[in-house]
């Protein structure tokens, strides 16, 4: 894991305003690898000089990072990091300066992050609703892209320069992360970071579903609910890989046109129609494979709609989200309904009923590593690639939860580390401006999107 991070104590208005290092030596600047199918150019440096108006972070790498280890101009590197400060709103993600330069120990590597993939699971944790992020105060992402900026001792497979992805149980939503060198998987030629920080979670979840679970056959019917999300997405393009496999999705009525392109034969407005009922008139005798990322009542209607011999595969329980904030209603009528049946009445049924949940894979890599260079070797072919839906930068994190909350992304949220530009001001602005600051000296912002509070923990 590359940690259960501490936030970074706040530092002065004071500091913040006049955006001065605070007698701190300046980062150096990372050295990005050449030719990256990205387009952003090395910006790291420019962003740890615009941002070092330093903190006294507190280090919570797990790795060799103990203050104590470290050279000073080592201690007073720092790094943007977005951190949940509590449990509730999209305001609880904060974006805060940690101090420190993380160094690897032996068979970990140090990795600068350029982008993080935001995944549903982070909206339900937001919330205090996914137990595989730990307690508040802590920095979630479990996907994110970027390159080697640092080797330990024994990793013999991974160079600095190289570009990766990385998946974790958390933490990587931050410029830098320190985490083992088998977390991270090498970017194909081609992939910008922004596919590859979409790329870890959604297609190594969806291929498990089709092929390790349901056993995804020629001529075999697929219910995908949330089909215009990142796994949704991800699921559709690995049924196009099996021949003749019809796909029905339910997504919102407004990305029904993409969805159809992208292989999706009957998509299903939820939100109006029982899809149930949508789903017999076209197929009266059901599906073989329901995949339900839902819960509560939806569980039960999946089973119900598979074939003699059909395959449930249960994935996620996002009808526990309902509103910013955590909802008991939603909470509680989800698990009134939850599906439960005997092992019985499953002989009887002729049915199969599966789970999957990545989080709680942590010890097997070996066998997400194997699922992995399957997917990127159909990324390599043609037949398979992360669709962007939208990108934003770290300071813009509530506005990447709420694309995704309010149900209007299709494909995959990213979040960028580099640090937003300011937008250039008109002549009148900066002559309105300049007239105000003469007046009132004191009506000068902090810099955009850094922290300047004390984060208090275990709020709801
Ligand atoms: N088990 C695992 O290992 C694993 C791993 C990753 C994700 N998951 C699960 O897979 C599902 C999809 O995850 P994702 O990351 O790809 O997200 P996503 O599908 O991109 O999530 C956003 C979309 O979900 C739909 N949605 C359905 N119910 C919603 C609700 N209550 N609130 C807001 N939006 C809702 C909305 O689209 P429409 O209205 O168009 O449907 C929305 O645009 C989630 O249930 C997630 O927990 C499981």
Redesign the pocket.
């Given at each position: 894991m590359s940690g259960e991070d501490t936030p970074a104590p706040q530092q002065s208005e004071d500091q913040v305003q006049k955006g001065q290092p605070a007698g701190e030596p300046e980062a150096e600047p990372p050295q990005e690898p050449q030719g990256e199918a990205s387009n952003e150019a090395a910006t790291e440096a420019a962003t740890e000089a615009a941002t070092a108006a330093t903190t006294e972070a507190e280090e919570s790498q797990p790795a060799s990072t103990a203050a104590n280890d470290k050279a000073p101009e080592e201690e007073a590197f720092t790094y943007r990091a977005l951190v949940l400060t509590g449990y509730g709103g999209y305001d609880k993600v904060k974006l805060q300066l940690k101090k420190g330069r993380p160094n690897p120990r032996s068979g970990e590597v140090t990795v600068r992050v350029k982008a993080c993939?935001?995944?549903?699971?982070?909206?339900?944790a937001r919330q205090g609703l996914y137990d595989r992020l730990p307690s508040p105060p802590v920095t979630p992402g479990m996907e994110c892209s970027g390159f080697i900026e640092a080797v330990g001792e024994d990793v013999t497979d991974r160079k600095v320069g190289d570009r990766v992805m990385v998946l974790e149980r958390c933490g990587l939503w931050q410029e830098v992360v320190l985490v083992k060198a088998d977390h991270t998987f090498l970017m194909p030629e081609g992939m910008t970071y922004e596919e590859g920080a979409a790329f870890p979670?959604?297609y190594?979840?969806a291929y498990?579903l089709l092929f390790e679970m349901a056993n995804i056959r020629p001529n075999k019917s697929v219910l995908i609910?949330?089909?215009?999300?990142?796994?949704?997405?991800?699921a559709t393009q690995l049924c196009q890989t099996v021949s003749d496999v019809t796909v029905f999705g339910?997504?919102?009525a407004n990305?029904h046109e993409v969805i159809k392109q992208g292989g999706v034969m009957h998509p299903i407005d939820?939100?109006t129609r029982d899809y149930v009922e949508e789903i017999r008139k076209i197929s009266p005798q059901g599906l073989d494979v329901v995949l339900d990322?839902?819960?509560g009542s939806d569980t039960q209607k999946a089973f119900n709609l598979l074939k003699p011999m059909g395959t449930l595969v249960v994935?996620?329980?996002?009808?526990?989200?309902?509103g910013q904030r955590k909802n008991l209603l939603?909470l509680a009528k989800s698990w009134y309904s939850q599906f439960t049946i005997s092992a019985l009445s499953l002989m009887h049924s002729n049915k199969a009923v599966c789970?999957?949940?990545?989080?709680?894979?942590d010890n097997e890599f070996a066998l997400i590593s194997g699922v992995l260079q399957k997917l990127l070797h159909l990324y390599q072919q043609g037949k398979i690639k992360p669709r962007i839906?939208s990108t934003y930068h770290f300071e813009q994190v509530s506005d990447a939860m709420r694309?995704?909350?309010?149900?209007?992304?299709?494909?995959?949220?990213i979040l960028l580390t580099e640090p937003k530009k300011e937008e250039p001001k008109s002549k009148e602005d900066s002559k309105d401006q300049k007239e105000e600051g003469q007046n009132d000296i004191k009506k000068e912002e902090p810099k955009e999107g850094v922290e300047t509070e004390q984060p208090k923990t275990g709020e709801s």
């Open positions: 993939g935001v995944n549903f699971p982070d909206l339900l979670v959604s190594i979840t498990v609910h949330m089909a215009a999300g990142g796994v949704g997405i991800a339910t997504a919102s990305k939820y939100r990322p839902l819960g994935y996620g329980a996002a009808n526990r989200l309902s939603a789970g999957f949940h990545l989080g709680y894979l839906d694309r995704m909350q309010d149900r209007n992304n299709i494909g995959k949220v």
